[in-house]
């Protein structure tokens, strides 16, 4: 079997087994060359060695162009197709097996299971399985919250490396970490907050090759009751803090009751005061309480605010994640001897502390029979059995770099079965993923799945044994064993009659790659499209779906049937309802997204979350379409050559007002009717685009308080749309004053080229929530910059009829008192860009000097603070020194 395209670079680059020196690369040999060395988007291609003197080689792609290159730049793979693959990894696990005929037997029946993709293995399993006695098997490790020290934060900085310089993603929960400025009495000094360690565990992440093949991937997780809670949740407006992990906020069933009945929720963290604080802190706030141990409030809240600020940051840019842990903890089969604290990186496998999970997907598209029509559910017993013992196989073969890694598992046997193929298989079966008959359909699936998975294990456990914390009373207790026993009786009773060996079984994974590279739909979800543009490490690569150019070959000139959907055809509530069917049969969690148009609204976006919570998901994440400048995934061009751009007034108006509005280039998302023209030859006209000025315009001015002072902000209509902003800011001849008025004449320009209305969402969207060394406000007041300041306005100008953001913080610094009034006033009683004292709550200055708090601050510009101050007839810096008299 050989794979093509794409399918065939991610093998040949991720998967198959690789000579340990490429550079001995021979003629004819097939190799992987690196033919464009970008540290973030390189781009792979697949060739055949021609010719080679010395260290120059040359090699002939695939589609048929030769490159001139060196052997430094080419990986010599060892597997050009999956066959020698499938046989590498039936013979390894299969070795795990004790008895020599059962290593034939088995051998034999997981080979089965590979060929034709019926089983697709985990990635780390693909690549080191039989290929390498340092890279693990497993995908998914949480590290236990760090210790709340500086050893304990580089120990834990040390193991997460570790586990990904061998190919593990990582999860972790930094709710260990004190807050923000709270004291740390050992060095006389405060805590820079657990947010600011996260930006250090990013920052390693990035720098980490995994296997040689990919970066780190890192889950940080924060609960919901920690004091850094709100800079958590925003903190990826902020560029570059950071860049490289996922982020998810644990969020409990009482904060959840709090945010419907409007209650105020505590932000509360350990007194660190406390006798046996350093020993037995852990992040486990109950234990923490059970041991009689005083805790300390830093702020109450309203609920329903800091669901808000949760909401607006998911709509803006997908993140933070939400994962409702304490249900997770009370479904987990592990629930009474190893509670779960955080998720692996994409979600699907919650963990405890030391905890891996092996994964491996069932093919659902291999499982059509298309002489009945319908699913040939014998296959797919068969296949989802032996993929039990595969993984549990798995367990004994793997390399254990960690002590706790080993403990814990061999203590557990936790696995991870899931599937792809879920979207190719239902429209093979004409069903429509997302609507009412699907929904029956999955129930019906995945819940087969879960009882032949939970049997198979059970028949192992009887012949090898349970895993050692086993208690058939406590784990047939676990939320989501009741369910399962209740449809499938019989599931109980073998569990009690032999045991399980697995504590829990299926995952399910999001299955990216290895999807990609199989040329099936991913994990659970739809196609994202059935044409688009996949943006990875090997390149920018254009994507067709097989099963829907194969039905239109077989129907010219028909479209598509209905039950041909893709992500964004679909509501997101569709989304949600087919997540909470699978999250039914699933005893660990789902990877899956729920995608919604670029128009879709924070208010939409909770409305969607809480909907999740009510039908039993354990975890919801949303993408917006547009909402990051850079998409994995487009079903527009990336580029579009010099002949297709070449088009008439009346064609890049149709193009303007069509869903494809906006190519992506590079990583920036520009307006088609924005790009260059200087160099054709019939080049669109700038006059006929530009909206010219009036002599008079009409519009309002808008009073908003910024971190920089108070702004005055004028907005003037054209044609009924925003086409000129004014600001004023600061004192006049001031770097603010002169950098605002800039601001607003570059927003002037833009929005009177082309089609204007449709460039005040552009504009809203890429000024909205940038943010500088400081905020004012809090929740929908909270103003992060003059550009943020210059979005809200837009915002409000182009709804009309509200009023502008009441901010209550004034830029020129106050007394405690009148701040203390200000705050009850607004009724929050949070004191904006202070810094809080964990004690009294009371507000505490930024600045030492007396001086500069009786001016406005500028922009320093040694390190770009607004913290430029007059201070003994002198510009000074008051965070780091620079003075314009030096």
Request: hydrophobic share 35%; aromatic share 8%; glycine share 10%.
């Amino acid at each position: 079997m050989r794979l093509e395209g794409l399918s065939e670079k991610i093998f040949l680059d991720r998967y198959a087994k690789k000579h340990p020196n490429g550079q001995l690369c021979k003629l004819g040999d097939t190799v992987l060359v690196l033919v464009k060395d970008d540290p973030k988007f390189p781009t792979k291609e697949v060739g055949v060695v021609t010719a080679r003197q010395g260290n120059e080689v040359t090699v002939q792609l695939r589609g048929g162009d030769s490159v001139e290159t060196t052997a430094d730049k080419l990986v010599l793979p060892l597997e050009v197709t999956p066959t020698g693959m499938w046989n590498r990894l039936a013979e390894s696990i299969a070795s795990a097996e004790e008895r020599p005929d059962k290593r034939v037997e088995w051998e034999g029946r997981f080979l089965d299971a590979l060929q034709d993709w019926k089983l697709v293995p985990g990635g780390r399993i693909m690549a080191g399985a039989g290929a390498s006695d340092e890279l693990t098997l497993f995908n998914c490790y949480v590290v236990p919250s760090p210790k709340d020290s500086r050893g304990g934060i580089m120990t834990t900085l040390g193991d997460m490396t570790e586990i990904m310089a061998r190919g593990g993603g990582v999860g972790m929960n930094l709710s260990s970490l004190r807050p923000r400025r709270a004291v740390v009495a050992g060095v006389n000094g405060s805590s820079s907050g657990s947010v600011s360690w996260g930006g250090l565990f990013s920052y390693a992440t990035g720098l980490i090759e995994q296997g040689g093949s990919r970066r780190g991937a890192l889950m940080i997780m924060l609960n919901d009751w920690h004091p850094d809670l709100l800079e958590f949740i925003t903190v990826k407006q902020k560029m570059g803090e950071v860049t490289n992990a996922n982020l998810s906020v644990c969020v409990s069933d009482a904060f959840m009751d709090a945010v419907k009945r409007d209650l105020e929720w505590e932000l509360v963290f350990p007194d660190t005061k406390e006798t046996g604080y350093d020993e037995l802190w852990d992040g486990d706030l109950a234990k923490w309480r059970e041991l009689g141990k005083r805790v300390v409030t830093y702020r109450k809240l309203p609920a329903r605010e800091i669901w808000h600020v949760m909401m607006e940051s998911a709509w803006r840019s997908a993140e933070p994640g939400v994962v409702f842990m304490e249900r997770y903890n009370k479904k987990s089969n592990s629930w009474y001897f190893n509670p779960i604290v955080s998720t692996n990186p994409c979600g699907e496998q919650g963990l405890p502390g030391w905890g891996v999970c092996n994964l491996s997907a069932v093919n659902l598209s291999q499982f059509y029979d298309a002489k009945r029509g319908g699913v040939d559910w014998d296959e797919l017993a068969q296949v989802t059995q032996s993929a039990v013992r595969f993984l549990d196989n798995v367990i004994d073969k793997t390399p254990y770099h960690f002590e706790q890694n080993e403990r814990n598992q061999k203590l557990e046997r936790r696995i991870g079965l899931g599937t792809m193929g879920l979207a190719e298989l239902m429209i093979k079966l004409g069903i429509r993923y997302g609507g009412e008959e699907s929904i029956d359909f999955l129930d019906r699936l995945f819940g087969f799945i879960a009882k032949e998975a939970y049997l198979a294990s059970s028949r192992l456990a009887a012949e090898k044994g349970s895993f050692p914390a086993f208690d058939a009373d406590l784990y047939l207790q676990s939320g989501f064993m009741k369910e399962l026993v209740a449809a499938y009786p019989e599931v109980g009773e073998a569990i009690r009659r032999d045991g399980i060996r697995n504590v829990t079984v299926l995952t399910q994974a999001p299955t990216g790659s290895t999807g990609t590279m199989v040329g099936t739909s991913t994990g659970i979800e739809p196609y994202f499209a059935f044409e688009y543009y996949r943006q990875s490490r090997l390149g920018y690569d254009k994507q067709l779906v097989p099963i829907a150019q194969q039905w239109l070959d077989e129907h010219p000139g028909e479209e598509l049937p209905d039950y041909f959907v893709t992500a964004m055809s679909l509501s997101a509530e569709d989304h949600i309802r087919v997540q909470a069917t699978i999250q039914r049969w699933v005893d660990s969690s789902i990877s899956k997204t729920a995608n919604c148009p670029a128009d879709f609204t924070v208010e939409e976006t909770k409305h969607l979350y809480e909907l999740a919570y009510d039908l039993g998901c354990k975890g919801v994440t949303i993408y917006r379409d547009g909402s990051r400048d850079v998409q994995v995934l487009s079903a527009g061009e990336k580029e579009s050559s010099v002949k297709d751009v070449e088009k008439s007034d009346a064609e890049s108006q149709e193009k303007a007002e069509s869903p494809t509005e906006f190519e992506q280039t590079g990583n920036l998302t520009v307006p088609s009717t924005f790009t260059d023209t200087s160099s054709r030859e019939n080049p669109v006209s700038v006059d006929k685009q530009y909206k010219r000025r009036p002599s008079v315009l009409r519009g309002a001015t808008y009073k908003m308080n910024t971190p920089f002072g108070m702004a005055y902000i004028t907005i003037n209509d054209l044609d009924g749309s925003p086409a000129e902003i004014f600001l004023n800011v600061g004192k006049a001849g001031s770097d603010v004053f002169a950098m605002a008025e800039a601001l607003g004449r570059v927003c002037s320009l833009f929005l009177r080229y082309g089609d204007h209305g449709s460039k005040v969402k552009l504009l809203v969207k890429h000024l909205k929530g940038i943010g500088g060394t400081g905020a004012i406000g809090f929740g929908p007041n909270r103003v992060e910059s003059i550009a943020d300041a210059v979005a809200k306005a837009l915002e409000m100008h182009i709804e009309g009829g509200r009023e502008p953001l009441d901010v209550v913080f004034q830029s020129e610094m106050v007394s405690d008192e009148l701040a203390a009034a200000q705050a009850a006033a607004n009724g929050t009683g949070v004191y904006p860009n202070y810094a809080t004292d964990s004690e009294t709550g009371s507000p505490r200055d930024h600045f030492k000097h007396k001086a500069a708090m009786e001016t406005h601050p500028d922009l320093c510009p040694s390190c770009g603070s607004a913290t430029l101050m007059s201070i003994e007839g002198c510009k000074q810096c008051t965070v780091c020194g620079f003075s314009k008299c030096n």
